[in-house]
């Protein structure tokens, strides 16, 4: 499994893999790689809302042919009983995926209540600097376009820390950044940001 490390200005190549490795995921990246130590060979992976979940899920079943269930708290008890027994039958990895912890997912079932107890939880945390630098970078690489160190280090100080917050962002200043017909600076990280609150900046977006 490949991670992107993005020094400014630098774009990523297609074959790099999906997502960002910083110390916000890397143990749930490092547990990904090495899912032939998973206990009962199951691992729960939770977090924030566009924290590369399903980005990190898909690169897990290329690389170790394992079984997934994203959003795997609206599912029904008994598909994910039989998803986990399927799973234990072929001897391949499991991974369960969802933005809401297990305590939460109201589960009933007795047998799968204890499996999912014994399993390994993971949760990716709240993206760190290197994190939220990285993402606007690879969002406007992808476009060919890059944002200047000045704009990066203007919202690093003032903006709402979630992934949500990263995504909304970038693409404000992307949709500003068309419409002036300018690059990804100082002035178009400033009119962005002036379109949220950020009175708050514990608020998950």
Same mark, same amino acid.
């Given at each position: 499994?490949?991670? &992107? #490390?993005?020094?400014?200005?630098?774009?990523?190549?297609?074959?790099?893999?999906?997502?960002?490795?910083?110390?916000?995921? #890397?143990?749930?990246?490092?547990?990904?790689?090495?899912?032939?130590?998973?206990?009962?060979?199951?691992?729960?992976?939770?977090?924030?809302?566009?924290?590369?979940?399903?980005?990190?899920?898909?690169? !897990?079943?290329?690389?170790?042919?394992?079984?997934?269930?994203?959003?795997?708290?609206?599912?029904?008890?008994?598909?994910? !009983?039989?998803?986990?027994?399927?799973?234990?039958?072929?001897?391949?990895?499991?991974?369960?995926?969802?933005?809401?912890?297990?305590?939460?997912?109201?589960?009933?079932?007795?047998?799968?209540?204890?499996?999912?107890?014994?399993?390994?939880?993971?949760? &990716?945390?709240?993206?760190?600097?290197? =994190?939220?630098?990285?993402? !606007?970078?690879?969002? !406007?690489?992808?476009?060919?376009?890059?944002?200047?160190?000045?704009?990066?280090?203007?919202?690093?100080?003032?903006?709402?820390?979630?992934?949500?917050?990263?995504?909304?962002?970038?693409?404000? =200043?992307?949709?500003?950044? &068309?419409?002036?017909?300018?690059? &990804?600076?100082?002035?178009?990280?400033?009119?962005?940001?002036? @379109? @949220?609150?950020?009175?708050?900046?514990?608020?998950? @977006?």
């Amino acid at each position: 499994m490949s991670q &992107i #490390a993005l020094p400014l200005e630098q774009k990523p190549s297609p074959d790099q893999g999906g997502y960002l490795v910083t110390a916000a995921n #890397a143990e749930v990246h490092r547990h990904l790689q090495h899912w032939r130590d998973w206990p009962h060979n199951t691992l729960i992976l939770t977090g924030p809302a566009a924290s590369g979940k399903t980005t990190m899920a898909a690169a !897990f079943v290329t690389d170790s042919g394992g079984l997934c269930l994203d959003d795997a708290a609206d599912h029904e008890d008994v598909e994910i !009983f039989h998803l986990w027994n399927r799973a234990n039958n072929e001897d391949r990895p499991l991974l369960l995926v969802s933005a809401r912890p297990v305590k939460q997912w109201d589960v009933v079932l007795p047998d799968l209540q204890s499996r999912l107890a014994a399993s390994l939880h993971l949760e &990716i945390g709240a993206p760190d600097q290197a =994190m939220i630098d990285g993402l !606007f970078q690879k969002y !406007f690489a992808m476009r060919g376009l890059t944002i200047s160190e000045d704009a990066l280090r203007y919202l690093e100080k003032r903006m709402v820390r979630s992934y949500a917050m990263v995504r909304q962002l970038a693409e404000k =200043m992307d949709a500003l950044a &068309i419409e002036a017909k300018k690059p &990804i600076n100082l002035s178009i990280a400033k009119s962005a940001l002036g @379109f @949220f609150d950020v009175s708050d900046k514990k608020v998950e @977006f």
